[in-house]
């Protein structure tokens, strides 16, 4: 997802929390990142939108990184096949060539 469709999200979940709409403002008695952190920490254990669609990404690109016969792995290879062979690892006993393929 976009940036700036995460953001909307999250902040419609805010505000949400505070008054009960997805519109207008409300008094704030604590910083929605402290609500986000883990109930251990004191948090509430809420998740932002921005984050998980972070992780989500992340755990997409170790799928088809793996699991190279998937049908992930073979669509997304098909449509952004060189940003993925920048992933790829070569036996190379220096740094030099995996700096130049950055």
């Not at 809420?46 to 992340?58: C, E, G, I, T, W």
């Not at 049908?71 to 060189?82: C, F, N, P, S």
């Amino acid at each position: 997802m976009p940036v700036s469709l995460t953001s909307k999200l999250d902040s419609i979940t805010q505000n949400f929390g505070w008054n009960g709409s997805k519109e207008g403002k409300a008094v704030n008695l604590c910083k929605w990142d402290s609500l986000c952190s883990d109930k251990n920490d004191g948090g509430m254990g809420f998740r932002s939108f921005q984050d998980m669609n972070l992780a989500l990404v992340a755990k997409l690109l170790w799928k088809v990184l793996t699991d190279k016969k998937s049908l992930w792995a073979k669509v997304m290879q098909a449509r952004y096949g060189k940003f993925l062979k920048l992933f790829e690892e070569e036996k190379t006993p220096n740094w030099l060539p995996l700096f130049l393929k950055v």
